[in-house]
């Protein structure tokens, strides 16, 4: 970087109004997605390099490891999708939409009965000799004339969609047992390509992990701990003897517990005397030009006493801490394993499929404990793997549970209520067909109701998606990673009711009194205008309309339009307008909902219209290349995603054969197929079900126990310097003796000759706890890594200055422990930032602690913003001065 492109950085003046574009500009290519090449150009106000290469959109996924696992293994589960539903196209759909078209069972348009029944009515038409009444007899199976004529218009009528579907060839016992067949060839075939997806994204992850290893990868977290009435030791304990009892052949060495503390309390408290505090300035300066005022007054001294009294909280709480008294433990812990092999044993040994969480419940209800869970005094508490610890609500840690269940209740009820919404509307819609418009409606009419009912029901997911989102913010998730999972899972699961359960529930309703529930549903599904029709067009609303409006997204294209007036408006500040220039955001918990309901609408509806299957074959497609291009040409850098929520996801895919298993046993049934399609239908809804007793995941371990036992053994002790962050370093109540323990280590690996003065565990603790709450976590959507690397902008700023003084060009060491350039690797935990070498280059102790003071006393400048320009410390400031005097 040359002296005044450096220089201009430091004078980066966020309030600046009216905005330069070309800063903006400059930031938009900042923080694009791409591959920083040779360059010392970068943005002026968050230091990321400008210069960089855009990446191919026929890049290899794993050269997107850089971002984190999430994104490569959101890729390839996307493209592994699209081969499965290919290949279902080929060795289930087309055979059968052959068989449909050659069984013609529904009756012609032109079949003179039907004609007759339309234009003269039935009643004095009845009964008739000839072959066309006799095939209507058939598919009514009912000789009666007047039953004849209180459903000819709810026939199977031949028409490009019908003749496409199962309802032409209700007839043909053969052709159906074929397809009963064609489904249990689908469901064994399906149960063997998620096993070989679980084991292709294993192998991605671990790619990725050989150049991304985090203190995750040693960690677990538990659940449901007794607050306030455990210790570390006893934890630790009680831990290491569970683990013995499970797996007595291999040996579990916990290296540390770091114990999520309640400061819920202090945190509310400071945040609010500093709402308050900002309140009595503006008020005391009102009252200063108005003092006639006397009301102002009063409430300027109400004020003060409030401040006042959360003053002597907040005291009182600090005593507790400088006492070390403070030892309000929640239910949440995290512990780390000495290996890698000890925690995957661990989460293996652990993870329960349905019918065992199922027992376990049971058991738990009758005071009964199961030999595979881990009991804590008594409390039956959960074990995952740890999310990132920068992906972790501290603050959150220490809500009750009865706050959080209420929270997600309220969820649920507005979910509900939307639901509800979307039946009364559609349930109206079916009702005003049936009741007013079934005798003048021609085709082209109930077709555009059928494409009415698929936009309402697109409507009214995107209402579940906003509602969902939102109230996710205030269900006080002790992660990101669980709050972006809890999202999608109920996004996948409601919008999927909302689009197919939800149809059938209103036609099977909308028919009335006609005979027994195999007729109702018989009459629902192949009349025009039925449920083979509405799904069918619901499948082409979600697989076409998604992908398309993801592209002509018209929030961004109205930022595009404000975008060119930046410079005339004198309301925005340069910090505003860099944002406006900021592309959209990567959401992938809507993404991975998305192609997991995608994944369940094709399944579900393919025994009934197996053209959903090349329907959803294009649109996952279209989706896969739109999101690739958003993702390398519009979209900002997303901030680090880990694996947490393919895992989560994988999961709920597992369940897919159940839905395709189950709709050929129900429309089988409908039409009374024989005994042997019975039979098939059963053992193929068997098959499927094991998933509930045996899941795939399971069988993945059986079948790949080699290569997973062959994963790279890495000891905790010997990588844990390398981390840019541990759980005990982001903890408020342990982070700066953390910290300050993880400094004298590092400079013991650097035979570092210094005196290391310590400071007492009440100040740090106090100022740690302080800083969280300057820090804030009230805006969910903004990472914790991106926090860390707002925090580290000054220091690598001074870095920079420090290597224009020594004009010096460093070299990269192959050592991986010395490294000696600000040169980007491809894989990095935050994109452009490589803290990994923030931490390890420093040539003395009073150099890397004067740093670490800027990263800790640069949270209010970096992240909030308040003044021009940062502040760095006075000694720096000097250096500074004097080197731009001897430019000048």
Not at 155 to 182: G, P, Y
Not at 291 to 310: A, C, F, H, S
Not at 766 to 795: C, H, P
């Amino acid at each position: 970087m040359n002296q005044s492109q450096f220089l201009q950085t430091l004078s980066f003046d966020p309030l600046r109004s009216p905005p330069l574009r070309e800063i903006a500009q400059r930031h938009q290519r900042a923080t694009m997605c791409g591959l920083l090449i040779e360059s010392n150009d970068y943005c002026q106000c968050c230091g990321l390099g400008i210069h960089t290469h855009p990446i191919s959109l026929k890049a290899n996924i794993i050269n997107l490891a850089f971002l984190g696992q999430g994104i490569p293994l959101f890729y390839n589960i996307t493209f592994l999708l699209i081969l499965l539903t290919f290949i279902l196209l080929l060795i289930f759909g087309l055979p059968t939409i052959i068989f449909n078209f050659l069984a013609e069972n529904c009756i012609e348009q032109t079949n003179q009965a039907y004609n007759i029944f339309i234009t003269q009515g039935c009643s004095k038409n009845c009964p008739q000799e000839h072959d066309d009444f006799k095939l209507i007899q058939q598919l009514i199976s009912n000789s009666d004339c007047t039953v004849i004529c209180q459903h000819y218009q709810e026939l199977c009528v031949a028409t490009l969609l019908s003749e496409m579907s199962f309802t032409n060839k209700q007839l043909d016992d053969d052709l159906k047992i074929i397809q009963s067949f064609f489904v249990f060839g689908s469901v064994i075939f399906i149960k063997i390509y998620l096993v070989l997806i679980r084991e292709k994204q294993r192998i991605i992850e671990t790619e990725c992990d050989q150049e991304l290893i985090s203190p995750s990868d040693f960690t677990v977290m538990l659940n449901h701990l007794p607050e306030e009435d455990y210790n570390e030791k006893e934890l630790a304990t009680a831990i290491e003897q569970y683990c013995q009892k499970i797996d007595s052949s291999n040996k579990y060495e916990v290296i540390k517990i770091n114990i999520a503390y309640d400061i819920k309390s202090f945190v509310l408290k400071s945040r609010e005397k500093i709402k308050l505090e900002k309140t009595l300035a503006r008020e005391q300066k009102y009252y200063i030009k108005n003092q006639k005022y006397k009301r102002n007054k009063q409430e300027i001294e109400k004020i003060k006493l409030m401040v006042e009294q959360l003053k002597k909280e907040l005291a009182n709480i600090e005593i507790e801490i400088e006492n070390g008294s403070y030892r309000k433990t929640t239910s949440v812990a995290f512990i780390t394993f000495q290996t890698k092999q000890q925690l995957q044993k661990l989460i293996q040994q652990t993870k329960l499929s349905y019918w065992e969480q199922l027992l376990m419940q049971v058991k738990r209800l009758i005071q009964n404990k199961d030999k595979r869970g881990f009991y804590f005094k008594d409390n039956l508490i959960s074990i995952c793997r740890a999310p990132e610890p920068d992906d972790i609500f501290w603050e959150n840690c220490g809500i009750e549970n009865s706050i959080k269940i209420k929270r997600k209740f309220i969820s649920w009820i507005v979910v509900f209520v939307l639901l509800g919404i979307s039946f009364a509307t559609l349930y109206g819609l079916e009702y005003l067909q049936n009741q007013y418009l079934s005798n003048d409606l021609d085709f082209i009419t109930k077709t555009s109701l059928s494409l009415l009912k698929s936009l309402i029901i697109t409507i009214v997911d995107a209402l579940i998606y906003y509602f969902i989102t939102l109230l996710a913010n205030h269900e006080r998730h002790v992660t990101k990673t669980h709050q972006d999972t809890s999202v999608a899972q109920k996004l996948c699961c409601v919008q999927f009711i909302n689009s197919c359960f939800l149809l059938l529930l209103i036609h099977l309703i909308g028919v009335g009194q006609r005979g027994d529930f195999k007729e109702k549903s018989k009459y629902a599904i192949q009349k025009q205008g039925g449920i083979a029709n509405d799904l069918l067009f619901v499948c082409c609303m979600n697989a076409l309309f998604t992908p398309i409006t993801a592209f002509f997204n018209p929030i961004y294209f109205i930022k595009k339009l404000q975008q060119i007036f930046i410079e005339s408006n004198k309301n925005l500040t340069q910090l505003e307008a860099n944002k406006l220039f900021e592309g959209p955001q990567v959401l992938l918990y809507d993404q991975y909902a998305f192609i997991c309901k995608t994944t369940w609408i094709t399944l579900f509806l393919a025994p009934l219209t197996p053209i959903c299957i090349f329907v959803n074959w294009i649109g996952l497609s279209m989706y896969y290349w739109i999101q690739k291009y958003l993702l390398l040409r519009r979209n900002s850098k997303p901030p680090f995603q880990s694996s947490h929520l393919d895992r989560e996801m994988l999961t709920l895919l597992d369940l897919s054969p159940l839905l395709l298993a189950g709709m050929q046993y129900w429309i089988d049934d409908i039409y009374d197929s024989n005994y042997l399609s019975h039979s098939i239908n059963i053992v193929t809804l068997v098959i499927a079900g094991l998933e509930l007793v045996f899941p795939s995941y399971r069988i993945h371990q059986v079948l790949y126990r080699k290569q997973l036992e062959d994963m790279e053994n890495q000891r905790y002790i010997d990588v844990h310097l390398r981390f840019t962050t541990d759980y005990d370093r982001t903890n408020p109540l342990t982070s700066e003796q953390a910290t300050q323990e993880f400094m004298k280590k590092k400079f013991e690996q650097f035979n570092k000759s210094i005196t290391y003065m310590r400071n007492s565990r009440k100040h740090s603790t106090k100022r740690s706890l302080r800083e969280y709450v300057q820090k804030g976590i009230q805006s969910v959507n903004k990472s914790r890594i991106q926090i860390l690397k707002r925090k580290l902008q000054t220091a690598y700023k001074l870095k920079m200055f420090q290597n224009i003084q020594q004009e010096t060009n460093y070299k990269e060491s192959d050592h991986e422990d010395s490294i000696h350039t600000f040169n980007f690797p491809v894989y990095q935990r935050v994109p452009q930032y490589n803290f990994q070498r923030v931490i390890n280059q420093f040539p003395n102790y009073s150099q890397y602690n004067s740093d670490l003071t800027n990263r800790s006393n640069s949270i209010s400048s970096t992240i909030q913003l308040n003044t021009s320009k940062y502040q760095l410390t006075t000694k720096r400031n000097s250096q500074i001065q004097s080197f731009r005097a001897q430019l000048q």
